[in-house]
């Protein structure tokens, strides 16, 4: 079964500093991997995803993740963290084959940007 | 180009009743799945259509349905509703369901409140 571990409920960052929000995965064979944003009382915005094209993806809002099949982990990065950056973040993971449409996601991260 | 719409955003129902919950897909995706999220539980996958057929479903008592209509529209109903049952239901649409080329697209949600 797959399952995605999201490190840190909570993390909180300066304005202008790196954000590093921590994904790892438990599957059999590597998966699709996706990171989502959500602000409150919206629903979720695809950053990025993954999908075994290049291990380094770059997303919306200067985000990238790096894909890391040794560490089984996809961890997801932004050189300088912006107000607007504060939300909640998700890492999810889905197969191929008959998972159609079914995401597995992380427990989320609570990101806060202070100035 | 529309995003996914849910309707309505807030419902408040009382223990017991049942609850039909809309959404309305990207025009020309043909796939949708629905999502419950709750505080303790997180983001759980409760079903996906596709061509009005359920092609995947979740860990979910049979008291949460679904169906999906010719022109791609889904509704999803809850019957007997429970405490526990209050959450944001998330629909999110996709062209086909897979990982590989596609990527699911979340409408804002539905607030249900069960009293």
């Known amino acids: 079964a797959q399952s995605v571990t999201q490190l840190g409920s909570h993390v909180s960052v300066s304005e202008g500093a790196l954000v590093l929000l921590r994904c790892n995965y438990s599957?059999?064979?590597?998966?699709?991997l996706f990171w989502y944003v959500q602000y409150p009382n919206q629903g979720l915005q695809l950053l990025l995803k993954y999908t075994s094209a290049a291990t380094l993806v770059k997303g919306i809002n200067g985000f990238e993740a790096e894909f890391k099949k040794s560490e089984t982990s996809f961890h997801l990065t932004k050189p300088s963290a912006h107000m607007s950056d504060a939300a909640e973040y998700f890492c999810a993971v889905m197969h191929g084959g008959t998972s159609y449409g079914k995401l597995t996601f992380g427990q989320g991260t609570i990101l806060t940007v202070h100035p | 180009k529309a995003g996914v719409t849910q309707t309505p955003r807030y419902l408040i129902k009382t223990r017991g009743q049942q609850v039909t919950l809309s959404c309305s897909p990207i025009s020309g995706h043909r796939s949708v799945s629905w999502y419950q999220q709750t505080p303790g539980q997180g983001l759980q996958f409760l079903f996906e259509?596709?061509?009005?057929?359920?092609?995947n479903k979740g860990n979910f008592p049979g008291r949460f349905s679904g169906r999906q209509f010719s022109n791609s529209r889904s509704e999803m109903n809850v019957s007997t509703l429970e405490l526990g049952d209050s959450a944001l239901y998330l629909c999110a649409s996709s062209l086909v369901g897979g990982a590989m080329n596609t990527e699911a697209f979340f409408g804002q949600g539905t607030r249900l409140t069960v009293v």
């Open positions: 599957s059999s064979v590597p998966p699709y």
């Open positions: 259509y596709f061509s009005e057929t359920q092609r």
